[in-house]
């Protein structure tokens, strides 16, 4: 039996356990209920196990057999804001064999104990009641909640029930306990009786403890009562706050269904709108389509067009193509003239290189004349003053020795001078030997310019060829530039079909838009729809449960109202649905047709730009030959420049050959040119009237020529005339005839052949004729060129008249140049002699004896007086030196002196410093 009664005591403990977990579970998750007093009552539970875990572990310290005392906290009802607990102590002492006797008080008082557990059952029974009556009110109270806390009210009240089963079966299980308790005190009485003596202090300190357990559970029921009534006072103020919440929703559904009411007649004058949106539309498409094929007729036409042009671009890209290769041609001639041309030029710094270094050997050679030419003045004088000494002298054999000296040096010098003679004739020769390569060098370079000029008339006629293609090129360029503008216009012509086009964009966008609309409107419509079973499923469960409510019959009325308003709009919708779907399909052919339309004028539109970049690449082909023109034009001029620049300097070397000579041949030179500028211009006078008389010649043959033409055009006119006057008449004899006489065929046979070889004849003067304005022509741009190259000669010769002017006035400072450096020269010589003098005398005064000690004190006087005239010397050489000095400077810096024109070329050899020899 002991055992029996601790395993349901353990049984109990569990179930108590298992449900304290279950409630802090619901409790977690149910935010909206109250966690504070829960917590609490689940603390003071736990307490309250402790303590009687300690008073059972004091009873069984002081009893020998197990003495238990147990506390149960059972939930009699389960709402949201208050628990009902109870708290039954029941204590079950067990006595041992060794217990003998208990004392009579004991048993009263433990009778004591399980009326206090009755009673608290009682009590807990009449609150559960209470509770239970506290929800129904509470469920009568909040009739018109929303469904939602109804539901929540339902389903608290099944955990209430469950809870209540729990607390049955739990009492039961007490109640048991409680009869076996009895049953062990009945069969314990006995064995107390026996052991009343011995146990009686043990019974006293039980009882004392038991009161103590009474006491304090006395003051938890007043605490859990205060906690009740507490957590009620918050139940009703809750139950409030629901209420407020249920009617601020209940006016919050009343809103939206006015909203909705009035979405349904928005939707009503949408529908209104969208079907006369419609019948313009299908108006439009009408007006588009007629549209389209009057363009479709365009667009034949303009392809025709463009077809045409295309052609035109095909034969003026064909011309282009020819031009360039004519251009190419005209490149590679200019290529192998300017190779020609530096290879000349190359050829002629050569010879200038070689003119200098025969100049250098003649200006080297002509010195050494000049010094032997001297050298035999000074040795003439000197002979003649050694006859005169020889006829003065001649008794004396020294002086015979000395004129025998003079003699034999004279033979000497003559010898010098045969030598010097014979270098100067081979001098002579090689310059004459250099002269006439030069020459000859001058007469290949005067071939040579005779070619180029051939060349250049050469290319002066293609390039009056390219001009005349140019200016085809360029009627042509207009002619395109015309069939562009009239292009334009037509393009301009097409452009209503852009607003076409933007029109029925604009109408893709509103119809996108409606689309779009609709689509909102049925998310909204379903959204609608899904509340709206919310709200039946709703008012269904509030009429099962609720069927005297006033406002459920509003909201269900309201909710059908809003059904059919639905059920209409969404059968609105399907009419608009179909009505799109048709516009769609209009709206796809318009739109394949207007695809075609952008396609084709796309297609015209590649077809013109392709046009304008034909023309651009014929104008940039024009610019191209008109550049390539240009430069030719500049390097024919650059050509005749280099040309003058060749005559230049076959002159200024002329000039310098000439300046080799003595002076008198220069003035001889010159005057045969003046007489031959003065026959050139004779010459040039008598050129020129020739060349006025030639003009006046052939302006006369060409009026003749033309007179003659013209007179020839008009008899064959007049032959024509005559020939058709005879064509008619025999035309009408011919038909007299065929009346009269059917036969004679012979004679109209004849007439016809006539009449053909008249109209051949025609045609032959045609052709002369236009061949005779071609020749006219031809004359036209011949005497045009004439009068060019007359223009040309007179700059030219205006330029070389000008060239030998800058050439006199160059010769007259080279020979200012050149008497002044003979001054200066003859002035070193003078100082140079006065030199040598000076230091023969200064070598001459220095004796070379032995001298006495007595004489040494005169000597150091007499070097003293040397050693200032010394310083007198060495003053005046300074003085010479310093004139020979600045002659030298003089003779050296040829920048003031010198002056030389963009013409004039220096002797590279001449310059730099001078060296005294």
Same mark, same amino acid.
């Given at each position: 039996?002991?055992?029996?009664?601790?395993?349901?005591?353990?049984?109990?403990?569990?179930?108590?356990?298992?449900?304290?977990?279950?409630?802090?579970?619901?409790?977690?998750?149910?935010?909206?209920?109250?966690?504070?007093?829960?917590?609490?009552?689940?603390?003071?539970?736990?307490?309250?196990?402790?303590?009687?875990?300690?008073?059972?572990?004091?009873?069984?310290?002081?009893?020998?057999?197990?003495?238990?005392?147990?506390?149960?906290?059972?939930?009699?009802?389960?709402?949201?804001?208050?628990?009902?607990?109870?708290?039954?102590?029941?204590?079950?002492?067990?006595?041992?064999?060794?217990?003998?006797?208990?004392?009579?008080?004991?048993?009263?008082?433990?009778?004591?104990?399980?009326?206090?557990?009755?009673?608290?059952?009682?009590?807990?029974?009449?609150?559960?009641?209470?509770?239970?009556?506290?929800?129904?009110?509470?469920?009568?109270?909040?009739?018109?909640?929303?469904?939602?806390?109804?539901?929540?009210?339902?389903?608290?009240?099944?955990?209430?029930?469950?809870?209540?089963?729990?607390?049955?079966?739990?009492?039961?299980?007490?109640?048991?306990?409680?009869?076996?308790?009895?049953?062990?005190?009945?069969?314990?009485?006995?064995?107390?009786?026996?052991?009343?003596?011995?146990?009686?202090?043990?019974?006293?300190?039980?009882?004392?403890?038991?009161?103590?357990?009474?006491?304090?559970?006395?003051?938890?029921?007043?605490?859990?009562?205060?906690?009740?009534?507490?957590?009620?006072?918050?139940?009703?103020?809750?139950?409030?706050?629901?209420?407020?919440?249920?009617?601020?929703?209940?006016?919050?559904?009343?809103?939206?269904?006015?909203?909705?009411?009035?979405?349904?007649?928005?939707?009503?004058?949408?529908?209104?709108?969208?079907?006369?949106?419609?019948?313009?539309?299908?108006?439009?498409?009408?007006?588009?389509?007629?549209?389209?094929?009057?363009?479709?007729?365009?667009?034949?036409?303009?392809?025709?067009?463009?077809?045409?042009?295309?052609?035109?671009?095909?034969?003026?890209?064909?011309?282009?193509?020819?031009?360039?290769?004519?251009?190419?041609?005209?490149?590679?001639?200019?290529?192998?003239?300017?190779?020609?041309?530096?290879?000349?030029?190359?050829?002629?710094?050569?010879?200038?290189?070689?003119?200098?270094?025969?100049?250098?050997?003649?200006?080297?050679?002509?010195?050494?004349?000049?010094?032997?030419?001297?050298?035999?003045?000074?040795?003439?004088?000197?002979?003649?003053?050694?006859?005169?000494?020889?006829?003065?002298?001649?008794?004396?054999?020294?002086?015979?020795?000395?004129?025998?000296?003079?003699?034999?040096?004279?033979?000497?010098?003559?010898?010098?001078?045969?030598?010097?003679?014979?270098?100067?004739?081979?001098?002579?020769?090689? %310059?004459?030997?250099?002269?006439?390569?030069?020459?000859?060098?001058?007469?290949?370079?005067?071939?040579?310019?005779?070619?180029?000029?051939?060349?250049?008339?050469?290319?002066?006629?293609?390039?009056?060829?390219?001009?005349?293609?140019?200016?085809?090129?360029?009627?042509?360029?207009?002619?395109?530039?015309?069939?562009?503008?009239?292009?334009?216009?037509?393009?301009?012509?097409?452009?209503?079909?852009?607003?076409?086009?933007?029109?029925?964009?604009?109408?893709?966008?509103?119809?996108?838009?409606?689309?779009?609309?609709?689509?909102?409107?049925?998310?909204?419509?379903?959204?609608?729809?899904?509340?709206?079973?919310?709200?039946?499923?709703?008012?269904?469960?509030?009429?099962?449960?609720?069927?005297?409510?006033?406002?459920?019959?509003?909201?269900?009325?309201?909710?059908?109202?809003?059904?059919?308003?639905?059920?209409?709009?969404?059968?609105?919708?399907?009419?608009?649905?179909?009505?799109?779907?048709?516009?769609?399909?209009?709206?796809?052919?318009?739109?394949?047709?207007?695809?075609?339309?952008?396609?084709?004028?796309?297609?015209?539109?590649?077809?013109?730009?392709?046009?304008?970049?034909?023309?651009?690449?014929?104008?940039?082909?024009?610019?191209?030959?008109?550049?390539?023109?240009?430069?030719?034009?500049?390097?024919?001029?650059?050509?005749?420049?280099?040309?003058?620049?060749?005559?230049?300097?076959?002159?200024?070397?002329?000039?310098?050959?000439?300046?080799?000579?003595?002076?008198?041949?220069?003035?001889?030179?010159?005057?045969?040119?003046?007489?031959?500028?003065?026959?050139?211009?004779?010459?040039?006078?008598?050129?020129?009237?020739?060349?006025?008389?030639?003009?006046?010649?052939?302006?006369?043959?060409?009026?003749?020529?033309?007179?003659?033409?013209?007179?020839?055009?008009?008899?064959?006119?007049? %032959?024509?005339?005559?020939?058709?006057?005879?064509?008619?008449?025999?035309?009408?004899?011919?038909?007299?005839?065929?009346?009269?006489?059917?036969?004679?065929?012979?004679?109209?046979?004849?007439?016809?052949?006539?009449?053909?070889?008249?109209?051949?004849?025609?045609?032959?003067?045609?052709?002369?004729?236009?061949?005779?304005?071609?020749?006219?022509?031809?004359?036209?741009?011949?005497?045009?060129?004439?009068?060019?190259?007359?223009?040309?000669?007179?700059?030219?010769?205006?330029?070389?008249?000008?060239?030998?002017?800058?050439?006199?006035?160059?010769?007259?400072?080279?020979?200012?140049?050149?008497?002044?450096?003979?001054?200066?020269?003859?002035?070193?010589?003078?100082?140079?002699?006065?030199?040598?003098?000076?230091?023969?005398?200064?070598?001459?005064?220095?004796?070379?004896?032995?001298?006495?000690?007595?004489?040494?004190?005169?000597?150091?006087?007499?070097?003293?007086?040397?050693?200032?005239?010394?310083?007198?010397?060495?003053?005046? %050489?300074?003085?010479?030196?310093?004139?020979?000095?600045?002659?030298?400077?003089?003779?050296?810096?040829?920048?003031?002196?010198?002056?030389?024109?963009? %013409?004039?070329?220096?002797?590279?050899?001449?310059?730099?410093?001078?060296?005294?020899?």
């Amino acid at each position: 039996m002991n055992l029996s009664k601790t395993e349901k005591l353990i049984a109990a403990r569990k179930k108590l356990k298992e449900y304290q977990q279950k409630k802090k579970i619901h409790i977690q998750d149910d935010p909206s209920k109250d966690g504070n007093g829960i917590a609490k009552l689940l603390q003071q539970n736990e307490t309250l196990e402790t303590s009687s875990h300690k008073h059972q572990s004091r009873d069984d310290y002081s009893v020998p057999e197990n003495n238990a005392s147990q506390n149960f906290t059972i939930p009699v009802d389960n709402n949201d804001r208050h628990v009902n607990t109870e708290t039954i102590n029941s204590t079950c002492t067990n006595d041992k064999i060794n217990e003998k006797r208990i004392d009579q008080t004991d048993i009263p008082k433990q009778i004591v104990d399980s009326e206090m557990t009755s009673k608290m059952l009682s009590s807990e029974k009449s609150d559960s009641n209470h509770v239970h009556q506290v929800i129904v009110e509470c469920n009568d109270n909040n009739i018109d909640s929303s469904p939602i806390a109804f539901y929540t009210e339902i389903d608290k009240g099944q955990n209430d029930q469950q809870l209540f089963v729990q607390t049955k079966q739990l009492l039961q299980t007490e109640d048991t306990i409680v009869n076996e308790f009895n049953e062990n005190i009945d069969n314990n009485k006995q064995k107390i009786v026996d052991s009343e003596l011995y146990c009686q202090n043990q019974g006293l300190t039980y009882a004392q403890d038991q009161n103590r357990v009474v006491n304090q559970l006395e003051v938890q029921i007043r605490q859990y009562s205060n906690q009740i009534s507490e957590l009620q006072a918050a139940l009703a103020a809750k139950d409030a706050e629901m209420d407020f919440k249920l009617m601020q929703e209940t006016k919050q559904l009343k809103e939206q269904l006015q909203i909705h009411m009035q979405t349904t007649s928005i939707l009503i004058s949408e529908k209104a709108e969208l079907t006369t949106a419609l019948n313009q539309n299908e108006a439009t498409i009408k007006h588009n389509k007629e549209e389209i094929e009057e363009l479709s007729g365009k667009l034949k036409n303009a392809q025709v067009r463009s077809s045409e042009l295309e052609k035109e671009l095909n034969t003026a890209t064909n011309d282009a193509e020819e031009a360039r290769k004519t251009i190419q041609l005209m490149k590679q001639d200019h290529e192998t003239l300017y190779e020609k041309y530096s290879e000349l030029k190359k050829e002629k710094e050569d010879l200038a290189l070689q003119v200098s270094e025969l100049k250098q050997k003649l200006s080297v050679k002509n010195t050494e004349l000049s010094n032997l030419q001297q050298n035999l003045q000074e040795k003439s004088a000197l002979l003649s003053l050694s006859e005169l000494k020889i006829q003065q002298l001649t008794s004396t054999s020294q002086e015979l020795e000395k004129l025998e000296d003079q003699h034999h040096n004279v033979t000497m010098l003559e010898q010098q001078l045969a030598q010097i003679k014979e270098a100067l004739k081979t001098v002579s020769e090689e %310059n004459d030997e250099a002269s006439k390569q030069y020459q000859n060098y001058v007469r290949q370079l005067e071939t040579q310019q005779e070619t180029l000029l051939h060349e250049l008339e050469h290319q002066k006629e293609l390039n009056s060829e390219l001009e005349i293609r140019e200016k085809s090129y360029i009627e042509r360029l207009s002619d395109f530039e015309q069939q562009l503008q009239s292009e334009k216009i037509k393009v301009q012509g097409l452009l209503p079909l852009q607003d076409q086009k933007h029109h029925t964009d604009s109408l893709m966008k509103e119809i996108d838009e409606l689309t779009l609309e609709q689509e909102r409107l049925h998310i909204i419509i379903s959204e609608k729809d899904t509340n709206i079973e919310m709200l039946s499923t709703a008012l269904q469960e509030l009429q099962d449960k609720e069927s005297q409510s006033t406002d459920a019959s509003k909201l269900a009325q309201a909710l059908e109202s809003e059904q059919l308003g639905a059920s209409r709009a969404v059968s609105q919708n399907q009419q608009l649905k179909q009505q799109l779907n048709e516009m769609h399909d209009a709206f796809i052919s318009l739109s394949n047709a207007k695809l075609d339309l952008t396609e084709q004028l796309q297609s015209e539109r590649t077809i013109g730009r392709k046009l304008n970049a034909e023309l651009n690449k014929v104008e940039a082909e024009m610019e191209y030959l008109k550049k390539c023109l240009k430069e030719k034009e500049e390097s024919l001029a650059e050509l005749e420049k280099e040309n003058l620049q060749n005559a230049q300097i076959a002159d200024q070397i002329h000039h310098y050959q000439v300046q080799s000579n003595y002076t008198q041949t220069l003035q001889q030179e010159l005057q045969k040119a003046l007489i031959t500028i003065d026959n050139l211009k004779i010459e040039n006078e008598k050129l020129l009237e020739e060349l006025h008389f030639s003009k006046t010649k052939e302006e006369k043959n060409e009026a003749d020529k033309f007179n003659s033409v013209s007179n020839e055009i008009l008899q064959n006119n007049k %032959n024509v005339d005559d020939n058709i006057v005879d064509t008619t008449e025999i035309k009408t004899v011919s038909r007299s005839t065929i009346t009269d006489t059917s036969d004679s065929l012979e004679p109209i046979k004849k007439l016809e052949e006539r009449f053909k070889e008249t109209m051949e004849k025609l045609a032959e003067l045609t052709d002369e004729k236009q061949r005779l304005e071609h020749l006219v022509l031809q004359l036209q741009s011949e005497t045009e060129t004439i009068g060019e190259y007359i223009a040309l000669y007179q700059r030219q010769r205006a330029i070389l008249q000008e060239k030998a002017k800058q050439k006199d006035e160059i010769f007259r400072q080279l020979v200012e140049e050149k008497t002044e450096q003979q001054e200066q020269l003859h002035k070193l010589k003078v100082l140079v002699t006065d030199l040598i003098k000076r230091k023969s005398v200064t070598d001459s005064m220095e004796p070379k004896i032995p001298l006495c000690e007595e004489e040494k004190q005169d000597l150091i006087k007499s070097e003293n007086d040397k050693q200032n005239n010394d310083i007198v010397t060495e003053m005046s %050489n300074d003085e010479t030196t310093s004139q020979i000095l600045d002659l030298l400077t003089e003779i050296k810096d040829c920048k003031d002196s010198c002056i030389f024109t963009s %013409n004039y070329h220096a002797c590279p050899w001449c310059s730099g410093k001078l060296i005294t020899v």
